[in-house]
């Protein structure tokens, strides 16, 4: 068999293996909404952070010597150690703000499972007088479900009161 037989076929069959991997994707492709799953769990403790941030301009640099430094806010997030289950797994999440919360809390955060992954390419030109070549292609990214991690974001946690109803809510305003 000469390489040129070989690799036609080992190209026959990464085109085949890429068309039953696009297939399988686009069956398990999810909505946002429906990959953001609320989550029960127990605070152990929890960490509010304050990072002061300034700015120094370009324009205003001087060689040799300390520049200015101007204010330019704070960002606030809040890291929360919680207790859960074996299925879950989840030991730290992370909230972009400030949560008003203590050890003992139980609340329900919302995590986002999702991830992107790019479809594997289905066509392929091949050339005798250079290696591969592909055509120019446009590979879809599909959203699919994810497991949990041990770390996660949340954008929306509700604190749960003594008779299992919500008291409060805290949510990032994301516009």
């Not at 992107?116 to 030109?125: M, P, R, T």
Request: glycine share 4%.
């Amino acid at each position: 068999m000469t390489v040129k037989a070989v690799r036609k076929l080992d190209l026959k069959e990464f085109l085949k293996e890429a068309k039953e991997f696009n297939k399988d994707l686009r069956k398990r492709t999810r909505n946002e909404e429906d990959l953001i799953i609320p989550v029960e769990l127990i605070i152990k403790s929890i960490v509010n952070h304050t990072n002061y941030l300034s700015i120094r301009p370009h324009s205003e640099m001087i060689f040799k010597e300390r520049s200015s430094s101007y204010s330019a806010g704070c960002k606030l997030y809040t890291e929360i150690f919680v207790n859960s289950s074996k299925e879950i797994c989840i030991e730290k999440l992370t909230y972009q703000g400030f949560l008003p919360l203590e050890k003992g809390d139980r609340i329900r955060a919302y995590i986002f499972i999702g991830q992107y992954i790019q479809e594997k390419a289905e066509d392929f030109n091949f050339n005798e007088f250079s290696a591969w070549e592909s055509s120019p292609l446009r590979l879809e990214m599909h959203l699919v479900g994810r497991e949990f991690k041990k770390e996660e974001l949340t954008e929306k946690v509700e604190k749960i009161g003594k008779y299992n109803d919500v008291v409060a809510t805290y949510l990032i305003d994301s516009k």
